[in-house]
């Protein structure tokens, strides 16, 4: 299954007005710049932190490893943008897609979709999701600090829905909603150690994560 969003369309998308139709072209300096962040997380992805080079980018983005200093001042630059955009960007897919809901959506619906979208963005959509995942835990502890408010605020969205869904009658008063928030994201983002296209799909894997959550295993 092909890895398709990449930060081009990531930034096209951020900069299209509304409802007003395409969003305007990119600068050709713009262009190179998202290009290289594209081969950045590809780069990132395969080979993690300590064995990734500007000049392995660099060949992956069809540029001289000199050139990327004009864009990002090192290397520890560019892989704080991949991680970045690797958060922002399954953050704004999973609100987008709760939100277009219908009103009066139930919870469970409303997490349904968040799981769904989640596990879509990450095995499906492109390699920022999986570049964020296995860098964080690689890269120096100063770059995680400035990155994990970023992580908290996703982690912070989740658990307001689980609370919704708790006062709503959804989820049982008795479950630690800070665990199964960890539970959860915990199961969709092993997903990528596992999952093979073909045998089952995305939506189903969702839904049954969805259902083991709400309704148990228990015959």
Known sequence: MARHRTAAKAEARRRAPGDAGEAPPLRKSEATRLRILDAAARVFAQRGYADTRLSDIAQEAGTFAGSIYYYFESREELVEEVLRLGVTGVFEAVRDKVEALPPGASYRDKLTVAIETHLSFTLAENYFATANQRLFAQVP????????????????????????????????????????????????????????????????????????VFDGVAA
């Not at 829905?161 to 959860?184: C, N």
């Not at 596992?194 to 189903?204: F, L, V």
Request: proline letters at 1%; zero cysteines.
């Open 141 to 212: 502890g100063e770059i995680r600090l400035r990155h994990i408010h970023v992580h908290r605020a996703y982690g912070n969205y989740w658990r307001r829905l689980l609370e919704g869904a708790r006062r709503a009658g959804e989820i049982r008063r008795d479950i630690d909603l800070s665990v199964l928030r960890l539970q959860i994201l915990g199961a969709i983002n092993w997903t990528m150690e596992w999952y093979k296209p073909g045998k089952r799909t995305i939506e189903q894997i969702a839904n049954q994560l969805a259902t083991t």
